[in-house]
């Protein structure tokens, strides 16, 4: 099968492609970089920017299947720091891949969007119920980074309605794992006090935690979300479906987590004035376990023993900041 993944050089992609490769896909990458923590196992790899609509169409000519997962994206730093680029960007990219996947007469596409598509008014206390996917009107997503999910939602439902174009939409939820951005604005909660964590010399220390450690997420290892969007992509859904963990953890608890795993004594230094996001943010499982006979799998403590210890082994080599720009994809 004739694979494409975009994104192909960010967190989830370097995974994606891994997973591709084994299950027999012939897979072309496609990214404005190459991974960074690990070589990637593509068959070809595209440097193209797809902002530009023709480097979109040679992305994915001749393809049978395309996972669409490039995205400017990252941590709730990033999403405040650059709401209008990030909109933009995303925008363009989005625009361009689906218009090149129908022009091309891809197969099947699958659209990476967000739990970040979700109204903040589901969301605004610590056990908010787990998000369900009929539950996104009236809209009111998480900044400018889910009004583009959201509005790529739109798009890729009127594609299939005027031209009959197989897209699938996954849900992704707060995914986590080995060779994500740990450090700067771009990096995600879990990724970013796992490096705090492995920052902290000798066996105690303390570091910033953003909010004040009572809100709420279900954090999803990267391997289970790789394998539900290869399983979406086998599928007859034509609906968005959440590819994400049930199992909630407050910050002030993930941080003890993250102790415990590095055997450290840590003392959080809770900063109430930083962006926190939804105060509750938990995935609802019940239609992927219908359509897909399956739901992500991996523990929390599971994944982050995985996580934590290749950050700390990376974060021992690596000086502050050296070759982290961020992920390419959600």
Known sequence: M???VTGAGGFIGSHLVRLLKRRGCHVRGVDV???EFAESHADEFVLSD???PAAAERAVFRADLVFALAANMGGIGWTHAAPAEILRDNLLISTNTVEACRRA???TTVYA?????YPGYL???PQAPPLREDRVFPAEPDMEYGWEKLTTEILCAGYRKAYGTDIKIARLHAIYGPWGT???LRAKSLAMLCGKVARIP???GEIEVWGDGTQTRSYCYVDDCVEGLWRLARSDVDTPVNLGSEERVSIGELVDRIAAVAGKTVTPRYAADRPVGPRGRSSDNTLCRRVLGWEPGTSLDDGLRRTYRWIERWAATHAPGTGLTGGADD
Do not use: N
């Open 123 to 125: 969301q605004r206390h």
């Open 182 to 184: 740990y450090e700067g």
């Open 202 to 204: 000798g066996g105690a």
């Open 33 to 35: 970089r190459l991974p």
């Open 2 to 4: 004739r694979t494409v």
């Open 50 to 52: 797809l902002r530009d």
């Open 105 to 107: 007469g891809v197969g």
């Open 113 to 117: 969007s967000s739990a970040c598509v």
